[in-house]
């Protein structure tokens, strides 16, 4: 499998964001969108990306508020 395609199964199945991944595993949170229109990263950053999908951090997703949050609702 590819680089590419093992970070999008990684994102799948832990349900990380994008953004997240590219800043926790590069410092870049445009990583995965420069991927996906075809960015080819350098060795060094390679090695960088799947030494991150070797060993990622313990990472749960969170609920996030929104519209349906009590905070910053206007329900009374």
Known sequence: ???HGEI???LERTQMPAT???RLAA???RLVG???LGRVPGPD???RLRAFLAAP???K???RGGAMSARGSNAR
Do not use: H, I, Q, Y
């Open 1 to 3: 499998m590819s680089l």
């Open 8 to 10: 999008e199964a990684f």
């Open 20 to 22: 997240r991944f590219g």
């Open 27 to 29: 410092g870049d949170p």
């Open 34 to 36: 420069d991927l996906r």
């Open 45 to 47: 950053l390679t090695a």
């Open 57 to 59: 951090p313990v990472w």
């Open 61 to 63: 997703p969170k609920r």
